[in-house]
């Protein structure tokens, strides 16, 4: 296959375009070949959501699915350099394309995937398959506080009811952090997540008076939850006294946990 001219433009986000500030979240590819218009996103929202702070959810992949459309509808039937400048320059708010730059194309769909690795990429997810312990312990590591914690022994409740977590550090109450899989079919996911939230009411109630004791659990969404399902989960945790993040939300505890080493050590 012969080599041809072609251009590409790297999509980028801020979520404070006034800083002018911004993180590659795709790359669009114009080639002489039909469709004549290649583009490539970030499957999820974690550069973007770690370099602004933010929670994107659902909203990310609207903006995504809105600008390849455009993109498609205005370029699919052919292009040329005059266009495709005059529709970048266009483009502003919170998604933006960069100005153009020439690059050889000889294959398309190789030559996205290979600009999308280098210029692009997406932040690694920790192996699919891993209990949720074990992908909090890996966030905890990445985050730097993973020597900042505890090893709790079980906690005792009358009746016999035994709590047991992974984690736990110290606050205004000692907290035990555990972690619990949120994946699949929403019926199943509350269903693992419900003893948390007895659990977490009976450690509150029980430890009112002395020695406050809490239960922090971090859910593991997986690709499936959307955002209404984890909102109804965090309320009724905070109705039983639980505190509640997602794996991918951690940063308010991470700075809670370094905050409060500092003090009681």
Sequence with gaps: MRESQGYYSLVQYSEFPERAEFVNIGVILFASAEPYVFAKFSQRPRRAEKAFNVHLGNHFKFLQESMENRIKLEFGSGWNKERIEQFVALRSGKVRLSPVRSVLVRSPV???????????????????????????????????????????????????????????????????????????????????????????????????????????????????????????????MERHHVRFYTIDHIEPLVKDIRENYAIHH
Excluded: C, W
């Design 110 to 236: 190789e030559l996205i995937d290979d600009l999308f690795q280098r210029l692009v990429g997406d932040v690694p997810n920790v192996r699919r398959g891993q209990r949720p312990s074990t992908k909090l312990a890996h966030a905890f590591r990445l985050s730097g506080v993973d020597k900042l914690l505890l090893k709790p022994e079980p906690v005792l409740l009358s009746g016999g009811v035994k709590i047991e977590a992974p984690f736990a550090y110290q606050n205004g109450s000692f907290n035990l952090i555990d972690a619990v899989s949120l994946a699949g079919d929403p019926d199943k996911a509350l269903n693992r997540a419900s003893p948390h939230m007895i659990e977490g009411e009976l450690l509150y109630q029980e430890t009112a008076l002395a020695n406050r004791k809490q239960l922090v659990v971090i859910g593991d969404e997986g690709d499936s939850q959307d955002s209404a399902f984890l909102d109804m989960v965090s309320a009724q």
